[in-house]
DNA sequence: CTGAATCCGAAAGGATACTG
DNA sequence: CAGTATCCTTTCGGATTCAG
């Protein structure tokens, strides 16, 4: 990264930047679980549901990346859908994209405090799907050998 | 649950019992992050990533449930997706399915080994997005009043 | 009570071609 | 290089209806 002089960042302003304490539980007043259905916790769910944003967050947390970079370590990931997690990733205020004023463009994305917040949990996340895919697939093959077969039970 | 006598778990076997270590990161050997695209993360992930495995692992990590009580534990589900999700889970072999052979049926849900190793992570993604849902939200109105007005500068 | 089946609208997401 | 727009297919997921 190093020349960047007139690099335009999209920092729209600085929304929510009193959450400050990221390391303190929360309250859970108005509802602690999914009893409620305006809770909102699954708008922000719902953001790590979609097919890469994980992959993305797990990509950044180890630096900022270009979007070339971006493209090349998702792997299958399509130019739309590239570009569209990581605008809802920036919306959510978890990722900074900076613009870089040269000829070919240059763009990079790197987690912002609160996207690196989530990193650990990301991690976690990725190890533990890994650690038990194995499993996982078996399972899934047996469960569909003992169903296909004959109805269960 | 208690005069349940010749109860049918759906037991197709034991598959991946032998995972056991649940407490030891993986080597990550073929593949270690997103880089690989047959690596088989995102089969898992994506099962995060639907609308209620995360929301009904939340809620039976607090013990056993009746269909029924999940239903209104996972407020604005439908019977189908509900039905849908816990199959899924426990095609995963994160969930148990036992139905007792009463008059009306009964069927209860609870969580595997597998399952419960998985409790905590949702647990924290569950207070994370409790902790950082206003902000996050607040940072998607700025984002929106930023970019719908004028295109971004 | 629990769940399977059908119908159908709404998204997610890939492929491609086109701009600066 | 980075991103937008369009098209098109697949899946998600709700509503309803029927069955054990």
Redesign the pocket.
Known sequence: MSAGHTAVTDQVSDPGATEAVEDELVALEPCGLPEHPDCGIRDVLDRLG??WSVLAVVELSSGTR????L?RALH????????LT??RLERDGLVL?T?YPTV????TYELTDRGRSLTPLVQQLADWSLRHRAAIAESRREYDRATTASDRA
Do not use: I, W, Y
């Not at 070919?104 to 763009?107: C, D, F, M, N």
């Open positions: 979609d097919t270009r979007s070339s970079e493209k299958g990931v399509s130019q739309r859908m590239l570009t990581l605008r994209r613009v070919p463009a240059t763009v």
